[in-house]
């Protein structure tokens, strides 16, 4: 059984640019959320997919967006980079909404 | 709105020795709660959870936690540490009506010496 898997591992970007983080779930999940890892913080919640439409979303600005596609995997856009986007960006697949989350390794994003 | 305290940002204790991470949460409804471990480069790991029932929640690797509602407490605890329990620990909770979002608390570090 394959987990869920991100890429890239790490980004380095500019600030003002545009950035596209990508995660692909665990077989037969349908639920995705991805969460930003500020360094010597914990996780904080951005949004969540369900079969393709926003499911919940933390306090972050509209410059964060997301996608889910048919097959369940996810992108997370980052439009006009600022330096405190810089962070751990952790992608984690459920079964449902409202169970328990896997996470992956993460994409390790430095803006410039 | 929810909360979560992890009281000590870092944890150190020598191999074998007995070890508690404290977690407190402020919620006001039901809630879920969880405690993940983060080990260095990589993302998180389920070491157990709380939905119901049971207080006393045993977990992977000999940790358990208890939940405590009248002191909305979590504390994590082994009663024997190895080195290679060195990492971050995050505890973690989630509304059980809105239980899709996870509210972490910004983590323990325990480091174990030999």
């Known amino acids: 059984e394959t987990g869920v898997t991100q890429s890239p591992t790490h980004l380095i970007k500019t600030r003002g640019q545009q950035v596209t983080l990508r995660c692909s779930s665990q077989s037969g999940h349908n639920t995705v959320s991805w969460y930003q890892q500020a360094l010597g913080q914990g996780p904080q919640f951005i949004f969540q997919y369900y079969r393709e439409e926003e499911n919940g979303r933390g306090n972050f600005p509209p410059r964060f967006s997301g996608l889910q596609f048919p097959n369940y995997s996810s992108e997370l856009n980052v439009n006009a980079l600022e330096l405190d986007d810089s962070a751990l960006y952790l992608c984690?697949?459920?079964?449902?909404?409202?169970?328990?989350?896997?996470f992956g390794q993460g994409t390790r994003l430095t803006v410039v | 709105a929810q909360s979560v305290t992890q009281l000590d940002s870092q944890v150190p204790v020598f191999e074998e020795a007995p070890v508690e991470l404290r977690c407190n949460y402020s919620s006001s409804v039901s809630v879920y709660l969880f405690w993940y471990v983060q080990y260095p480069n990589q993302g998180l790991q389920l070491l157990l959870k709380?939905?119901?029932?049971?207080?006393l929640v045993k977990g992977i690797n000999g940790f358990e936690a208890e939940f405590n509602k009248s002191q909305t407490s979590f504390h994590l605890r082994k009663p024997s540490v190895h080195i290679s329990d060195t990492a971050e620990y995050f505890c973690a909770v989630s509304e059980v009506d809105s239980s899709y979002k996870l509210i972490f608390g910004s983590g323990t570090r325990l480091l174990v010496r030999p």
């Open positions: 984690a697949s459920s079964p449902t909404t409202n169970t328990e989350a896997f």
């Open positions: 709380y939905l119901s029932g049971s207080t």
